[in-house]
């Protein structure tokens, strides 16, 4: 059975923006968000994390601290009651200076590579989900991938929402304050009488 998934991104939606979370002790949860994933979780959407990571192309941070970052974010949200159910993630850019990461992809948002694979792991009813994020690229992405996109006012938000927005042609279904309101008006409009 098919599962609508919501598409989340990291930096500046889940967690504080940083810039680049170069070292765990700059990992700290966005109000709110613990309980937005947990409210997914109870409602049976699937929760999954897709995130640009180009400081390890960059030579910013090995990739190991990617990975260490992100068994942080589910330890601090196990400890809410939260979990999320993958974690996809970029380490390239096109002008980075690793070379095993510096190179043009399809999975480095707006691209629709992440997509691709976590729909590849799960079995995902795209026609119900949605993709969160504090960057027009994040709705560009949602766009590309036949989702609903939802800009978050949070990180990078409210700078993407008024000087890069106008410019553009995409539209987000909705703009959120945060995570956890972006959550809130999905289950309202997943639990409403014509999806019953």
């Known amino acids: 059975m098919k599962k609508p998934a919501v598409f989340i991104d990291r930096d500046g ?3 504080e923006q940083m810039g680049y979370i170069n070292h765990p002790s700059r990992f700290r949860l966005l109000p709110g968000a613990a309980e937005a994933i947990r409210l997914l979780n109870e409602n049976h959407l699937l929760a999954v994390i897709v ?3 180009s400081g390890v192309a960059r030579g910013y941070f090995p990739i ?4 260490k970052v992100h068994a942080l974010m589910q330890d601090a949200l196990e ?3 939260a979990r999320v159910d993958g974690i996809f993630f970029c380490p390239h850019h096109p002008r980075g200076s690793v070379p095993e990461f510096a190179k043009a992809c399809d999975c480095r948002k707006p691209g629709t590579g992440l997509i691709e694979q976590a729909c590849r792991a799960f079995d995902i009813d795209m026609s119900r989900s949605y993709m969160i994020g504090d960057r027009c690229l994040d709705i560009e992405a949602a766009e590309r991938s036949h989702l609903k996109g939802i800009m978050v006012e949070t990180g990078y938000g409210l700078g993407d929402i008024t000087y890069v927005m106008p410019h553009k042609t995409i539209d987000p279904v909705f703009i959120a304050p945060d995570l956890l309101k972006a959550v809130q ?6 639990t409403a009488p014509e999806n019953e």
């Open 13 to 15: 939606t889940v967690n």
């Open 51 to 53: 995130s640009n990571q």
């Open 64 to 67: 190991d601290l990617v990975h």
């Open 79 to 81: 400890k809410k009651g």
């Open 185 to 190: 008006w999905i289950l309202e409009r997943e």
